[in-house]
């Protein structure tokens, strides 16, 4: 496996609980709310069975279930740049649905999960960009899911993070790619990522391999929304596979929820996820 490859897989909220976590991401622990104060944090008790291997979603150098980024690609490619803050924002959203369903453990999870899966590794890359670190919203976000606050608080939470966010993509390289090539690519990606995690999730009947997925699709689904005309406009191929694909998934993934039942066909959701490789490469 290549050395700059970094599979992103499961992570324990417990370990991003101590100030010796933090201060691991380059940043101090925030002070935390008396209600956070007064809360038993502790790693949720999701399952830990291994996701079966996908093939590796575009911009990564190989990957089982969510995928993995060549981090040191990040430096200079703004599609793995923005792929790596795609895939933040994707646990991000999910973390933001998954409470508001009432499920507060798997929340604060994903709330956490790309401190150290993926901010950490991409910390030298940002902070050479000029990006404000922010892991830090991210850790507290989780802390405020696991003490309880309520749904809107977590919603404003979320938007601040996605602001963040959104302030690091400026900051992304440029190779010469176009952007609405960037973003089709990341969208591409994300897409991967979704269906190859619906795929793990139906075959393991575990919930988090679906909750990755419905970040990953809403990801998709909010950023192809804000790119759709200029998207249409480089690549009328690209653009329609991607809306086909997109609605696909918004049936595999009707919320972020646990499921009865993963009904959804995942012979069509490969093909329609191939059919967005191929219109965008």
Known sequence: MPHIYH?????????????????????SASTPTPAAESAAVEAPAFAAEA?????????????????????????TDPVVFNIALAVTEAHILAARDAYADGETEAAAEMFAHPVSEVLF??????????????????????????????????SARTDAIIAALRAAALKAPDNGTAPAEVKMHVIADMIERAVAMYRSAAASGVYEPYLDGYGFHKVAETQFAAAKDEIAASNPEAAASIGNAIAALAEAYPSAAPQD?????????????????????
């Open 261 to 281: 039942a993963l009904m959804a066909d995942i012979s069509q959701l490969t093909v329609l996820a191939s059919d967005v490789t191929l219109s965008v490469n």
């Open 7 to 27: 599979s992103w897989t499961r992570l324990g909220l417990g370990a991003l609980m101590g100030t010796t976590a933090l201060a691991g991401c380059g940043q």
């Open 51 to 75: 996701l079966a291997a996908d093939p590796a979603p575009v911009g990564s150098v190989g990957g089982e279930g969510e995928g993995g980024v060549a981090i040191e690609q990040a430096a």
């Open 121 to 154: 590794d991409m910390e030298p890359v940002l902070e050479a960009r000029g990006v404000t670190l922010f892991d830090g919203l991210l850790t507290d976000a989780s802390i405020a899911a696991s003490a309880g606050e309520t749904p809107e608080q977590i």
